[in-house]
């Protein structure tokens, strides 16, 4: 590993926004490396995929010996937790993310994006963000959970605020007022969820929040605590990173005709496609982990307390993994595993229902848009450094079927 440190928060440069992919080719060529406060970075395929199945590699941050900001949880859900609480929490909800199930949710998620494309006809504009990729995995979220679809805005501005601060622990990466207003946005979600559990306690329903109100009175698997953590995780994960995929991978389209076209006329290759774009521009561009004890890593070792800053967006361009790794190609062979839904014991429990859910908005996409192009000044992106895509992605177009 070099002497030299390196400097993470090049990545939050306005200028870098549009494409860090430059960026994060240097910083993958030049990790393991270190940041100045001493936090390590890791860009290569190889390394990540190595870090996220190690045993010795814990979620829980706090552990950390040297991050700034990791004083202490900021949230336990099962995200941030090791075995065995993480295997005990996860196998509650996993159930209800089984292919089968997921697979049952078609016909439904077909209809929500039929009507979303439907009413942006009706309207006759289109802004994917907004009229797209935040309302269809939101609703379904929002069916799954039992939470009420008519308080999408407010579940949505508390969700864009946790994000933000959201960021690995460097000085100067979350500003001050982000972290205050994610603190309140965390406050407000939890008295949200302590009403609506309460609900469901007195008036049961055929939801996942009934469901593990359920566990809760049934023993001890789960307290009231855990069983909002995991509330609040699922509707935040289980939306706010969909968006991002699906607004990724419609600029992507546009700005390849050439694929679109190829989508367009055989929607089989939509699979692909979502493969392709959770590659090509992955929603959750870093993730983290602490060494309970040394690893070996390329040329190098992590030691115990390390807290390490994982760069799936790079890794998902290693040249000695993916061949000309800047190219967009929905035919690219789906062998090479992106890691853009992490890998290990945390591998994304909903990455069934996102490929589900974008697979859908693609093909929809594809087929009912005529002649869509990029609106002249019709993008801008999302502050996020770790969770990346756009917050205004306008379509001109000459129609919508
Ligand atoms: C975990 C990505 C959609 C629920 C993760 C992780 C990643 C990820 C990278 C693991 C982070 C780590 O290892 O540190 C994504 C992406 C999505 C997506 C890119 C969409 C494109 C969803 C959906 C759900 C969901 C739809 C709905 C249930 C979860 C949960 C975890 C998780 C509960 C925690 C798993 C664990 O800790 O065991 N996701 N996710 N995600 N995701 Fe997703």
């Not at 307390?305 to 799936?312: E, H, I, W």
């Amino acid at each position: 590993m070099s002497t030299d440190t390196v400097d993470l928060t090049r990545l939050t440069d306005p200028l870098n926004r549009a494409d860090p992919y430059p960026v994060l080719r240097e910083l993958a060529l030049a990790s393991p490396s270190r940041t100045a406060e001493g936090l390590m970075l890791i860009g290569r395929h190889a390394d990540c995929s190595a870090v996220l199945r190690h045993p010795a590699m814990s979620s829980e941050r706090e552990r950390a010996r040297l991050s700034p900001n990791a004083k202490g949880p900021r949230t336990r859900n099962f995200l941030h937790l090791d075995p065995p609480d993480h295997t005990r929490l996860r196998r509650l909800v996993v159930k209800a993310f089984t292919p089968r199930v997921v697979a049952a949710l078609e016909p439904r998620i077909r209809g929500a994006a039929d009507e979303l494309f439907s009413e942006a006809a009706a309207k006759g504009r289109f802004e994917v963000v907004s009229d797209l990729a935040y309302p269809l995995p939101l609703r379904i979220m929002c069916e799954l959970l039992g939470v009420p679809f008519a308080d999408r805005y407010l579940i949505q501005d508390w969700s864009a605020k946790l994000s933000e601060a959201l960021e690995p622990p460097l000085p100067g990466l979350v500003a001050p007022r982000a972290t205050a207003q994610a603190a309140q946005a965390r406050a407000e979600f939890i008295q949200y969820f302590r009403d609506l559990i309460a609900e469901r306690r007195t008036d049961p329903r055929d939801d996942l929040v009934s469901q593990l109100v359920r566990v809760e009175e049934s023993g001890d698997r789960l307290d009231e605590h855990e069983l909002l953590a995991t509330c609040i995780l699922l509707i935040n994960a289980g939306h706010e990173t969909t968006v991002n995929l699906i607004s990724n991978g419609v600029l992507a389209l546009l700005r390849h005709p050439d694929q679109l076209e190829l989508l367009r006329r055989q929607p089989e290759l939509s699979g692909q496609t979502v493969e392709e774009v959770l590659r090509y521009d992955a929603p959750v561009q870093v993730t983290s982990r602490v060494a309970r004890e040394p690893v070996a890593l390329s040329g190098s070792h992590a030691q115990e307390g390390d807290f390490l800053v994982l760069l799936l967006g790079a890794a998902n361009r290693d040249p000695d993994v993916f061949p000309d790794p800047d190219r967009f190609d929905i035919l690219r062979p789906t062998g090479a595993p992106h890691l853009s839904f992490s890998a290990g014991p945390h591998f994304c429990l909903g990455a069934g229902l996102a490929r589900l859910e974008v697979r859908i908005a693609f093909e929809l996409f594809a087929s009912r848009m005529v002649n869509p192009r990029l609106a002249a000044a019709g993008l801008s992106y999302k502050p996020n450094l770790s969770l990346r895509g756009p917050d205004r992605l306008e379509v001109a177009y000459e129609g919508i079927r």
